[in-house]
Structure formats: C-alpha cells, structure tokens
C-alpha cells in the first residue's frame, strides 16, 4: 500500500502550460513513492530529484572521490569520467577497458568503481576480466592489478565492488562483459558465476601480483551489486537475472566465508523498468539498488521503504556530497542526484 506519493522536482511551473497528459506523465516520473512510515526520517519532504549530467551510452559505478568529483564508468564508450558537482566533466581514462579489436561486445568498458581506504579508485575491469586499481587520481597509467583469476581461470567480467573496514575487497563476476553476455559464451573459462573476495587488497603496495581470491558465492546466476551491513556482519549481493529478480543476505563469517543465503527481497512481477543492479547502504543499514521504475529503498528486514523513481533506467548508486547525505544515481545517460535525511554508508567504511 502507497502511503504517498509526492512530486519530487519543484520545477513545475512551466510543465503548467503543458498539455495534462503531459503533465500527468512528468509526474509519474518525477515522483517517489513512500510505502512504509520509515520513509519519513529518510526522504525529506522537499526533496527533489535533479540531474547533474547527460552525456553518455550506458553510465555505471557511480563513486565519490576525497576530492568532491564523482567517478563514473561508461561500459559501451569504454571510458571512466570525473564529474564535478556541477556537472562539467572530463575524460579520466579512455581506453578504460578492452582494446582487442576482434571483441564485438556490447559493453569493452569498465563497470564498478569503489574508493579504498587510501582514497585510491579501484575498479571491476568488466571484459578486462580483471579487478585492478589506479595508484593514483592523476597520472591514471600507474595501475596495479587485484586480482584476474580463480585456480587458473580468468573471471568472466568482474562488474560491482566493495571494500570492508579491513581492507578486504567483495566483487562480483557475472558474464555481461563477454561479448555474448551468456553462459555459454566461447571466451567464458570459470563454469559459474562467482562472488570473490580478495584479503587485504587496499594494502597491496603498487606494481604487487594478482592475489588469488577466496570464493565465497557459486550459485548465482547473475551476481551483480554488492554491499556490506554497516556492522559486516552480512553481505549483500543483487542477482540481476530477469527470472529471478532478488537482493540476497548472507552472514559473513569471521575466517571470510559466508554461511546460506536468503532472499531479503524479490522485485519480481514489480511494475518499472530495470531490475536489482548496483547497490548500497546507508549507517542505519537500509539497502539502495536500482529496481524497477528507480531507486528501491530497503530496510535491513527486507520491507521495501520507498521508491525514488527516475525517468530512466537506473544502473547503480553511491554516496557523496559534503554531509555524505547525497545520494548520486546513474541511469543511462544521465547522472542524477537527490539529498536525503541520512548519511550513507561508503568511501571505504569512513563515514
């Protein structure tokens, strides 16, 4: 049951001389739905959802960098950009990802980009089949590599990550980034789609070899955004499958192994386009993920809070701004942001 539903952007004035079929349709999209009390001390009631940045193909792994720009990946244009909160952006890496001119894929870029406890900007290299991480914000060639295989195998198409308070590194690796996007791709050498974790990855020193990753998850079918509770106590794993459409819960066990999963929420036969993709958390461990129609807000018992619907389909999610309270959304083409009324969770764990 809907408890409300408000307008989010103030900016309607002009949408008054619009035809109302019209404006009945900007509101639709410019709106958020509160379906449970809670929404209250999370949402404001002035919020409003405003977009930062069109640009691009399909935008990912939104990241908040120590020095206020935000990080973000563009898969099918193969680049990483750094957009200031203005909205003016550049070009930080292009080539981002595969150069191999025999790859006829969809997506050659990089995906996921996470911040580590040293401010560095870590990556999931996407069909680099590679996680890897730039020792540094200027003068992006220095870059070592994390991790690229499991027993031999080279990872299908590492797409989200996260770190935990130690340094440790989650990541998952569905095969978007092959150039079928199918289990049954040629170049696909591990038999399942895994999610890893690599012991201590912020404090490898720069130039160091790949670590060999602990799997901790098998039985996916496509493992997508990762997150962890504020308290590490639970990992938290999307599955972007469209038959099975579910954010999933696993107990993380103190020698880095988890214990049975659980479905926290399914988001199938959910009106809205898109599905569970990137996600985060904020300090009170309420869940963010794209979802059908936007942003799915999540309690830390699985109640779906709220929806922040954008007018695109929505990708990922990250926390930014000076207070930490901005949520910063990708969907598309376009970046999108919203202030809300609690701090989140990110940057590796310092907030």
């Known amino acids: 049951m809907i408890l409300s539903r408000v307008v989010l952007h ?38 409003h959802l405003e977009k930062v940045a069109t640009c691009c193909e399909w935008l990912e792994g939104p990241a908040w960098a120590p020095d206020g720009r935000l990080f973000v990946s563009d898969t099918d244009l193969n680049e990483i950009l750094a957009v200031a909160s203005d909205g003016k952006r550049r070009i930080f890496k292009k080539p981002s990802g ?18 580590d406890t040293f401010g560095r900007l870590t990556v999931a290299g996407h069909a680099l089949h590679q996680v890897f991480r730039f020792d540094r914000l200027e003068g992006s060639s220095s870059m070592t590599v994390l991790a690229d295989r499991y027993q031999g195998k080279r990872f299908n198409s590492p797409n989200d990550l996260t770190y935990a308070s130690d340094g440790s590194l989650f990541f998952t690796d569905p095969p978007y980034g092959l150039a079928s996007q ?5 170049k696909k050498e591990l038999p399942f789609n895994g999610v890893f974790m690599v012991r201590g ?68 036969g959910a009106p809205g386009v898109g599905g569970p993709d990137g996600i985060k958390v904020d300090v009170k461990g309420n869940l963010y993920g794209s979802g059908p129609g936007g942003i799915w807000i999540i309690s830390p018992e699985g109640k779906h809070i709220a929806t922040i619907h954008v007018p695109e389909r929505v990708s990922n999610c ?34």
Do not use: C
């Open 10 to 47: 103030p900016l309607l004035l002009a949408a008054a001389l619009a035809p109302m079929s019209l404006l009945s349709q900007m509101q639709a999209e410019l709106a958020i739905d509160r379906l449970t009390s809670a929404a209250t001390a999370i949402i404001p009631r002035t919020a």
């Open 98 to 115: 595969l150069t191999d001119p025999s790859f006829h894929g969809k997506e050659p870029g990089t995906n996921g980009n996470a911040f």
């Open 182 to 186: 199918q289990d049954s791709d040629p």
């Open 201 to 268: 990855a912020a404090h490898k020193a720069p130039g160091s070899t790949p670590t060999e990753p602990i799997l901790l998850i098998r039985d996916m079918t496509r493992p997508n955004g990762i997150a962890l509770s504020p308290s590490e106590k639970y990992l938290y794993v999307a599955n972007s499958d469209p038959a099975n459409p579910v954010w999933m819960r696993y107990p993380l066990e103190k020698n880095g192994t988890v214990g049975a999963g659980e479905v926290l929420l399914s988001a199938k």
């Open 318 to 351: 990250g926390w930014g701004g000076a207070d930490w309270q901005t949520l910063y959304i990708t969907a598309s083409s376009s970046v999108y942001r919203i202030h809300l009324d609690i701090k989140g969770l990110d940057l590796a764990r310092r907030h």
